[in-house]
């Protein structure tokens, strides 16, 4: 639910449904406070080249966002999958792994990860065109990843749409605005 307001940040011409769902593990921020993950990992352990990473839970969320698409009857076609941080590396494998190419791609503040797996699938999307953004002195997630990731969308055909942005580990209101942009054309 911590990004539940974007969808009041959009407004557009053709109706839209939005679903936000929650990564399934809590995980503590601060004392008093959790928040949701789709997987556990250990920033420190991690090496600051995230690409040959796979996430021993991921095939678990994979399945978990499957069903719930699946269950709901919804047409690959007029689905856009996006999400921020550890959902946007999330939506980025959905969006690879997918019986079908969706409509977008949103990945916000993501990462390259399990290069070589998602070239596997990628040639199922060329000619697609997704949204990225990612900030540039974010401390989570190195902006690098994002750049490792659109570069490596760009190399396999798959048309990128990336902001850049002097910030951190956030969406400012210039990724909404071009994001809302990129939603309408697929809408």
């Known amino acids: 639910s911590d990004l539940e307001n974007l969808a009041e940040q959009f407004h557009f011409?053709?109706?839209?449904?939005?679903?936000?769902?929650?990564?399934h593990i809590s995980v503590p921020i601060a004392p008093g406070w959790s928040g949701r993950a789709w997987w556990?990992?250990?920033?420190?352990?991690?090496?600051?080249?995230?690409?040959?990473?796979?996430?021993?839970?991921?095939?678990?969320?994979?399945?978990?966002?499957?069903?719930?698409?699946?269950?709901?009857?919804?047409?690959?076609?007029?689905?856009?999958?996006?999400g921020f941080s550890q959902g946007a590396m999330l939506a980025t494998e959905v969006f690879l792994k997918a019986p079908a190419t969706s409509a977008g791609l949103i990945c916000l503040s993501g990462t390259l990860l399990n290069k070589i797996q998602w070239a596997e699938f990628i040639s199922n999307r060329k000619g697609s065109t997704i949204f990225m953004s990612?900030?540039?002195?974010?401390q989570v997630l190195p902006?690098?990843?994002?750049?490792?990731?659109?570069?490596?969308?760009?190399?396999?055909?798959?048309?990128?749409?990336?902001?850049?942005?002097r910030g951190a580990h956030e969406i400012p209101t210039q990724v909404i605005q071009k994001m809302n942009s990129y939603i309408s054309e697929r809408l």
Do not use: R, Y
Request: charged share 25%; glycine share 6%.
């Open 13 to 23: 011409q053709k109706p839209c449904n939005w679903l936000f769902p929650n990564g």
């Open 40 to 82: 556990n990992i250990k920033m420190s352990d991690l090496a600051s080249d995230w690409s040959t990473l796979a996430p021993p839970e991921m095939n678990v969320a994979v399945d978990k966002v499957f069903k719930m698409i699946s269950s709901m009857k919804i047409d690959w076609k007029d689905l856009i999958i996006g």
């Open 134 to 138: 990612h900030g540039e002195v974010d």
């Open 143 to 165: 902006h690098k990843g994002s750049i490792q990731l659109q570069k490596f969308f760009e190399e396999h055909g798959v048309k990128t749409q990336f902001v850049s942005f």
